[in-house]
């Protein structure tokens, strides 16, 4: 994707320190519209050339509507078009035990209780906002490649293909993944909480349609969550998140198709119709891994390099979210107050104002993680009363969906 050129060979380019965004993904991007709208000037750095393709095996992120609507505020939901397919109804079940619990959006009054976008799609709808953006300037391939706090914030070097530059940037927002070179070789550590537990994610194909139903099923092992995809070339197709002890889930991964899928279907049962088809497996160990520190003077962290949660319930990318759109407005309160974007006031500010958000979903996560895994009496009884208490009473229904949902913050029109 082209954005503005930045000259590699140049000092900076002229204006007010820019707010420079280490990575591009879809909390980057989604960060530097925002604080766009402000009359901010923003850099963004991106390692990888381009958006991933589409197809059978493309990679996929379940919105809430509260994402929806931020999406909006930015002007990219409309121009995703028909591509985010609406979850109309949750189907969470126990595996082992009879029943369950459903919730259907006519019970919240929503059009859906989220959505499921393909990455590419997103991807590359964020990125064409960018690059009508004339406020923000991309710069793909490009490495930040370090880092060092200044009196006026922090000054970066950067790489882009044989050339390189300092720039001082008034803040630096890393959001280049929970593994963050920046961040550690500014020494920010990480706490980490690992659950024992491998996700296995594919693409699975779909003998009928999935009626826009996702399933959320609660195994010995953990939660098995299948969600509504987009036809693709007349295939019903759903994405996967299987997940299965460590040297399980490397097995499963390896597996021939005809092996693999009756193991699948015998886990699931048949309440999401036979599954006819997997596609590209991929594997990776589950923990909850939270930065010891998300801001300091001129530096902010988001998405997966301030925390990374476990995919139970799809919260970890809606957090990230809310948590760019919260410091967006932090930044646009700055600026009637006359202060600079990484003044430290700032940002404790926009911490502030996410700190209860952020410690109720990880909270939230981590405990349906520890509810919902293994095998003992005690916690099978309460899964058993958990999922009656759901059923039978109508405002903790309500809270449960409000919390997959909804949003704290939406960005100000």
């Keep these: 994707m082209a954005g503005r050129h930045i000259d590699m060979t140049r000092g900076e380019t002229q204006g007010e320190r820019p707010i420079v965004v280490v990575g591009g993904g879809l ?9 766009a709208r402000f009359g901010y000037r923003v850099v963004v750095v991106e390692a990888r050339a381009g958006a991933s393709d589409g197809g059978f ?26 591509g985010p397919c609406p979850i109309l109804r949750i189907e969470v079940t126990d595996r082992g035990h009879l029943g369950g619990v459903s919730f259907d959006h006519r019970e919240q009054g929503l059009d859906a209780l989220g959505y499921v976008v393909e990455n590419h799609a997103l991807a590359k709808v964020l990125q064409g906002r960018i690059a ?24 970066l070097t950067l790489r882009q293909g044989g050339s390189g530059r300092r720039l001082t940037a008034a803040l630096t927002v890393l959001a280049d993944g929970g593994r963050s070179p920046i961040a550690a070789s500014l020494g920010i550590s990480r706490r980490r909480k690992p659950y024992g537990q491998h996700a296995l994610v594919a ?44 040297a399980v889930a490397e097995q499963y991964a390896a597996l021939p198709e005809d092996l693999l899928l009756p193991r699948l279907q015998g886990e699931f049962g048949p309440g999401m ?9 991929v594997c990776f160990p589950l923990q909850l891994s939270q930065a010891s520190e998300q801001v300091r003077p001129g530096l902010a962290l988001l998405g997966n390099a301030a925390h990374t949660l476990h995919p139970v319930a ?46 109720r979903t990880v909270f939230l996560t981590d405990l349906l993680v520890r509810l919902f895994s293994g095998q003992s009496a005690a916690k099978a009884a309460f899964r058993k009363l ?7 009473l109508p405002p903790l229904r309500t809270q449960f969906v409000s919390n997959v949902t909804q949003q704290q913050h939406a960005l100000r029109r």
């Design 203 to 246: 693409n699975i194909a779909l003998e009928t349609s999935h009626r826009n139903t996702a399933h959320e099923r609660f195994t010995p092992h953990g939660p098995l969550a299948v969600l509504p995809l987009p036809v693709a070339d007349g295939v019903h197709r759903a994405s996967l998140v299987w997940t299965l002890p460590g």
């Design 27 to 35: 909390a980057g991007a989604s960060f530097a519209l925002g604080a």
């Design 132 to 155: 009508a953006c004339g406020a923000i300037e991309f710069l793909a391939p490009a490495d930040v490649t370090a880092a060092r706090p200044i009196a006026e914030g922090m000054e």
């Design 314 to 359: 799809g919260q970890g990318f809606n957090l990230a979210l809310r948590d760019a759109m919260a410091l967006a407005e932090a930044l646009g309160d700055a600026i009637g107050q006359g202060r600079s974007p990484g003044d430290l006031a700032v940002l404790q500010d926009y911490l502030e104002r996410q700190e209860f958000d952020q410690d």
């Design 386 to 392: 958990g999922l009656l208490a759901l059923d039978l």
């Design 273 to 281: 119709g036979r599954v006819t088809a997997i596609g590209r497996r």
């Design 57 to 82: 095996d493309a990679r996929s992120t379940a919105l809430s509507w509260g994402a929806r609507r931020i999406f909006e505020s930015l002007g990219v939901w409309e121009r995703l078009g028909a």
